[in-house]
């Protein structure tokens, strides 16, 4: 079906391949690598069938599409692998390293294109969560269009390889917002903060929150303390980029805000998953742009962003979509789909809305329609139903003896729980607590424990299973109160069930 030619990169859980169709398309195979434990091979299968299933959802220009998934016989049983068009121009890290930092001229090839995918995947009600230089590819090595990669949503990709404490794998989250790196749950300002981090390494070579060990860089993520841009830059790209950065979520604006006009507002229902296991067909190229957004020139030395209210001023040039050498195997190949807001009326052709299909006279519960009324979730994925579920309340909630529940409510969702520590006196010096994580049925889920902002490590709950973190008071001869943060989030799966959290002992 597919014939593999070389490896294009390979990764702590899985390995590219370029491959050649039957029909002699050049492709790439994202799959499962052949080494590492049962465990851990496990959890990345899981992970590689949510990129699947997500990406299988979305038709979106600038989000590199799934072609098809097939299945073959892998050591511990079937494993999937999912195919992409090649891009043969590398990532936004390769060309950084190799060729220096984005003469600043060049930035606004860079933004438009990945601004137009952000933009459109939040309409969708996707966020990334993991947008970073090395997630960014090229569809051509020399000019080509960037293209985002990688919607594994996996928390593991939050790090970089290589570095291990405790047996649990860490890294440096340099790409992360402020919020996820304190353990809140990811939003689309994050995804901004993200893409600003991009932005501002792209121009300076630098990753965003500087060089160091891995505790001294997760506190100046949380604490959102970022490098300073080059001096020669205009002082209005340096204030669009700080924007992007702002600690408080709600200060950065949205890829709307970013990305004004149609192309920032239009809605547009979500394409049914590929589930096909032939090759598919060869995507057909969209139809020419001729509006295609391009960043205004704003000064002499040809920087192209301007500054407009709290976004990129963005005007309308006409001719081709100035993407350089896009080749027909990168283009995602399907036309904007409209959207129908209201009964079809004259020569309107009804189009189904994600919520209300034609001919149903009211929308689905807790919904308008075309997306979920806040707090509502669509957390098992039925439109028929509605929006059925509601996120519980747990962040920094307190448990102090006994047990506390809460719910991966929706999808992403990260719950935080503080575990208060007093030190109380003990003959024996033989204090112990416990804190036992179960995780409902359908889901793993993992609890990465902080203490004072010191990472003890990050321990996971196979779905239905209980696991025990057991710790000693680190000292009898002094005063050894503390709080403890708890952070847990999910691995793979979904439940609506609880997730339940156990305190044993104290100090």
Request: charged content about 25%; overall charge negative.
């Amino acid at each position: 079906m597919y014939e593999v030619i070389r490896p294009i990169a390979t990764g702590h859980q899985g390995v590219v391949q370029l491959a050649r169709s039957g029909d002699g398309r050049l492709v790439a195979l994202k799959r499962l690598s052949s080494f590492g434990t049962l465990e851990a091979r496990s959890t990345a299968e899981r992970r590689l069938r949510r990129e699947a299933e997500l990406l299988g959802g979305l038709d979106v220009e600038g989000v590199v599409p799934l072609l098809d998934v097939i299945e073959e016989d892998g050591p511990d049983g079937p494993e999937i692998v999912l195919v992409m068009p090649y891009l043969p121009g590398g990532t936004l890290q390769q060309r950084i390293a190799d060729d220096g930092a984005l003469p600043p001229e060049r930035l606004g090839e860079l933004a438009v294109p990945l601004l137009e995918a952000v933009a459109a995947i939040h309409r969708r009600g996707v966020i990334h969560r993991d947008i970073k230089p090395s997630n960014v590819l090229f569809d051509a090595t020399s000019g080509g269009r960037p293209w985002l990669v990688d919607f594994g949503i996996g928390t593991s990709r939050d790090v970089t390889e290589g570095l291990s404490v405790g047996g649990h794998l860490l890294g440096t989250p340099s790409f992360i917002a402020p919020e996820r790196a304190r353990g809140d749950a990811a939003t689309p300002a994050s995804d901004i903060y993200s893409l600003g981090a991009t932005l501002r390494y792209a121009l300076s070579g630098m990753p965003p929150h500087g060089i160091g060990d891995v505790v001294t860089v997760v506190a100046r993520a949380a604490a959102g303390r970022v490098e300073l841009l080059p001096p020669a830059l205009p002082a209005h790209v340096v204030d669009v980029l700080d924007r992007m950065c702002a600690l408080d979520p709600a200060e950065r604006p949205t890829a709307i805000d970013l990305l004004p006009g149609p192309e920032g507002t239009t809605v547009v229902p979500i394409a049914a998953p590929i589930t096909a296991t032939a090759p598919a067909a060869t995507p057909a190229p969209r139809p020419e742009r001729r509006g295609y957004w391009r960043l205004g020139v704003a000064s002499a030395v040809g920087i192209v962003m301007l500054l407009a209210g709290v976004g990129l001023g963005l005007v309308m040039a006409d001719g081709d979509d100035g993407d350089g050498s896009s080749t027909a195997a990168a283009e995602p190949g399907a036309t904007d789909t409209p959207l129908a807001t209201e009964a079809t009326t004259g020569t309107t052709a009804c189009v189904d809305l994600p919520y209300q299909p034609c001919g149903q006279t009211e929308p689905a519960a807790n919904t308008d329609g075309t997306s979920c009324v806040a707090p509502h979730v669509d957390h098992d994925d039925d439109p028929s139903n509605g929006c059925e579920a509601v996120p519980d309340d747990i962040d920094d909630v307190e448990l102090t003896d006994g047990r506390i529940e809460g719910t991966i409510i929706p999808v992403g969702d990260v719950d935080k729980v503080l575990v208060p520590l007093p030190d109380r006196w003990q003959l024996f010096c033989d204090a112990r607590v416990r804190l036992l994580l179960t995780a409902p049925v359908g889901l793993d889920i993992e609890m990465q424990i902080f203490d004072d902002g010191r990472d003890i490590g990050t321990f996971a709950a196979r779905s239905g299973e209980t696991t025990t973190v057991e710790m000693s008071e680190p000292s009898c001869a002094r005063d050894d109160s503390t709080t403890l943060e708890v952070v847990i989030r999910a691995v793979a799966g979904r439940s609506a069930e609880p997730w339940i959290l156990e305190k044993e002992g104290s100090w």
